[in-house]
């Protein structure tokens, strides 16, 4: 290992908004470290919608995406606030459709572009002794890293938001919420292309086909609602999607057969007091978090990959208002995302007494 590396940006965190931000900035001349570790396992996060066909042309990764063989997603099916099945199609829209895609390919395939356009992608964890001064961020060399010299730094290192809560940051909360996610195989033909969206008494099920024959499915709700334990298994989760008949149906319908164990993870709705300070800036699950009612989380991590990117490179040109105009746009963002989602969240009436409804219709 190079015992000093010298950079203009290092980007904590190699997934897809940091990688968006380090092709970005590749693109634009600048010398990019990533630094991050190539999770192992599934995660969920693997819906695009219509707008993120320009993201990746952006990204010089329109024709590798078609490529790899996404699944369309021509519309989105909800059973909310009625039992009956309500439709939002993507015909009129000018954009296309959407796509539903296999995270960890995609992820791939963003780390590889990256690497191809010039960026330096170090497997492991970035530095923690990251000090700023004189305008350079420095860290001293351990067994585990090089000397880092650099003049900016990308926080790209999801929902940890780790760099920016050690500039001081805080995080704050929406409200509180997890996902128990699961992928199934089918033994029948996959013929569909929708999201479903399905709620129930204790929250509302995702559902999407995703290519290799499978779907994934997530139960969002209270972590105090179920005990692990009793949850993380086939019958466990069988006996959740009782009373998800549309969801159960769709999985019955395709012979699915749960592959793995159910596992639980953070869907809070949150996001940094401010995604930028001086010579840094937050990306992605770092800078904000939106749960999956807003079906915008993958595309929206790419999108404030590029923009944070986009406003590296203006600063470093002399304009010193692009990254506080960056992060006032995001701080927009949220509140009109918070706004829309409690509206949505007061449109399901039916279980007033249910302590996950009661929570949302007091925020």
Not at 81 to 98: A, E, K, N, Q, Y
Not at 280 to 295: K, R
Not at 298 to 307: F, K, N, P, V
Not at 351 to 361: E, F, G, S
Request: charged share 25%; proline share 6%.
């Amino acid at each position: 290992m190079a015992r000093e590396l010298e950079a203009d940006v290092v980007i904590i965190g190699a997934g897809p908004a940091g990688c968006a931000s380090a092709i970005t900035l590749a693109h634009a001349g600048l010398r990019v470290a990533v630094f991050g570790r190539t999770q192992a396992g599934e995660r969920i996060g693997e819906s695009l919608s219509p707008g993120a066909p320009a993201l990746l042309a952006r990204l010089g990764l329109c024709e590798r995406f078609i490529e790899d063989g996404p699944l369309p997603c021509h519309a989105n099916a909800s059973a909310w606030g009625s039992p009956v099945l309500t439709w939002h199609d993507f015909v009129r829209d000018p954009r296309g459709h959407g796509f539903h895609v296999d995270r960890m390919r995609f992820e791939a395939m963003l780390r590889e572009r990256a690497v191809a356009v010039g960026a330096r992608l170090f497997e492991g964890d970035a530095p923690r002794d990251l000090e700023y001064e004189d305008g350079v961020w420095r860290a001293e060399a351990t067994d585990r890293h090089p000397a880092v010299r650099a003049r900016y730094v990308v926080d790209a290192s999801g929902r940890a938001a780790s760099f920016a809560r050690r500039q001081g940051v805080s995080r704050q909360l929406a409200w509180e919420q997890v996902a128990l996610f699961a992928f199934s195989r089918v033994t029948r033909q996959l013929d569909e292309a929708f999201t479903l969206i399905e709620a129930v008494p204790k929250g509302f099920w995702y559902s999407a086909p995703i290519p290799g024959g499978r779907f994934v499915l997530s139960l969002f709700t209270e972590a105090s609602l179920h005990h692990p334990a009793s949850v993380r298994t086939p019958d466990g989760l069988g006996a959740l999607l009782a009373n998800a008949p549309h969801t159960r149906l769709r999985l019955e319908a395709h012979g699915a057969r749960l592959e793995g164990v159910p596992r639980f993870v953070d869907a809070s709705s949150a996001h940094l007091a401010t995604t930028c300070g001086p010579g840094w800036v937050a990306v992605g699950d770092a800078a904000l978090t939106y749960d999956p009612i807003a079906a915008h989380g993958l595309t929206l991590a790419l999108r404030t990959g590029i923009d944070a990117a986009d406003a590296l490179v203006a600063d470093a040109q002399g304009d010193a208002s692009a990254l506080p105009a960056y992060s006032t746009r995001l701080a927009r963002a949220f509140d009109a995302y918070r706004r829309e989602a409690l509206r949505l969240y007061r449109d399901e009436q039916r279980w007033p007494d249910a302590p996950y409804w009661q929570t949302r219709h007091r925020l």
